[in-house]
């Protein structure tokens, strides 16, 4: 499943990818130039009644750039000849991915596909498929370009620490996501959890199987907070924006989050699977605070201690510097931050729907049903 397959990528992706980004082109060092500057600068953005800057619109995240800066790179900007040559190398390897396939071609390699990738889009889409290949490549939309902020090509989401590296886990983070595992259903991204042994087991009822393999929440933190790219495809975001409040409506899964602004957090029993987020303004500046998630939504393995700090700043007529910084000290040694630009887009956010045709999932239960007969007649002996 897709909810499983982004749980791979989050432990395995930073050690392959660095090779994939070294095969497009060498990477020379340099001195990193730092964060951003101040996002806005001279541009005055437009206005809404009340006066607030005008977030509303529809906004583009797709990439290339990870969120996390593969190994073998030492810096967060990359130059205009390095980005050049991963761009150039996605673009081509598009071109090869889109032309017709020949009817007469060879028979796939015993057990499937299972060389390396040389971009990380590329990297990901074979994780995505496994060795047996997956999506046809018409319907994924991963990005082609790196993300650009302050006129730089970075190398990263992550902007802080400075390595751009997520911190090391604590040893409960390890723990409790170890245990989670255990009982077959993994942590990080949306993925519900299931006691770590005894009844009832992972593949007892659909309630017990994770979010996004349910189809109710976006996998790889596509909803967030923090929100990121998908990497595959439905990249789209609307902001719907009043006095009140601001609405993020996500094209993947078709999350809708409601950020209250100028109020007091709910209490903390009361638990979302986005969490409960409360924005106010900062100059120019959107701030938003989210606290109170489940247990069901460990974002890359949190837990409910997870604290969000997301900042929407407008730097341009058609950009959105979107800043998020994440702290859980149950988790995380300690807090990190990235940041990414939305893209202004005249292009359509469509339906995501994913949970009317998941049939998979009933075919997941069934088979755990056979198997759990199967290993009843072997215990008592009969055929």
């Keep these: 499943m897709r909810a499983r397959t982004f749980n791979v990528i989050g432990s395995l992706v930073l050690a392959i990818a660095a090779a994939s980004w070294l095969a497009a082109g060498p990477l020379a060092a340099q001195p990193a130039k730092g964060v951003s500057k101040a996002a806005a600068k001279a541009w005055t953005p437009p206005r809404t009644p009340d006066g607030k800057p005008d977030l509303s619109g529809f906004y583009d995240v797709a990439t290339m750039t990870p969120v996390e800066r593969p190994a073998g790179i030492d810096r967060l900007v990359l130059t205009p000849q390095e980005a050049a040559a991963l761009e150039k190398y996605e673009e081509e390897r598009q071109v090869k991915n889109d032309a017709p396939i020949s009817g007469n071609r060879e028979a796939p390699p015993v057990g499937g596909e299972t060389t390396t990738g040389k971009s990380y889009l590329e990297f990901l889409e074979r994780l995505g498929g496994g060795v047996v290949g997956g999506y046809n490549n018409f319907w994924l939309a991963g990005g082609t370009k790196m993300i650009i902020v302050d006129g730089q090509k970075r190398s990263s989401l992550v902007i802080d620490p400075p390595d751009g590296k997520v911190p090391p886990m604590t040893a409960e983070a390890k723990k409790r996501n170890a245990a989670f595992a255990a009982g077959g259903a993994v942590s990080p991204d949306a993925n519900e959890g299931s006691a770590a042994s005894g009844p ?17 929440l976006g996998f790889g933190s596509t909803s967030g907070p923090p929100t990121l790219p998908n990497y595959f495809y ?42 409960d987020s409360v924005g106010k303004w900062e ?34 007529p058609k950009t959105i510097l979107y800043r998020f910084t994440v702290d859980d000290p149950s988790t995380w040694e300690r807090a990190w931050t990235g940041e990414y630009p939305w893209n202004a887009t005249d292009e359509n956010l469509y339906e995501y729907a994913c949970h009317e045709g998941n049939y998979s999932l009933g075919g997941m239960l069934r088979g755990a049903r056979q198997k759990d007969a199967e290993d009843a007649a072997k215990k008592s002996g009969k055929p």
Excluded at 204 to 213: C, F, G, S, T, V
Excluded at 305 to 315: D, G, M, Q, S, Y
């Design 200 to 216: 009832p087991g992972a593949f007892d009822a659909p309630e017990l199987r994770p979010l996004a393999e349910r189809c109710l």
């Design 234 to 275: 439905n990249n789209m975001k609307q902001i719907v924006q009043t006095k009140n409040t601001v609405l993020i409506l996500n094209e993947m899964v078709h999350d809708a989050r409601v950020i209250r602004l100028n109020a007091e957090h709910l209490p903390s029993n009361i638990r979302k699977w986005m969490g």
């Design 283 to 316: 100059g120019d500046t959107l701030v938003v605070d989210t606290t109170n998630f489940t247990s069901k939504t460990q974002f890359r393995g949190s837990g409910e201690n997870l604290h969000v700090v997301e900042r929407f700043t407008r730097t341009g």
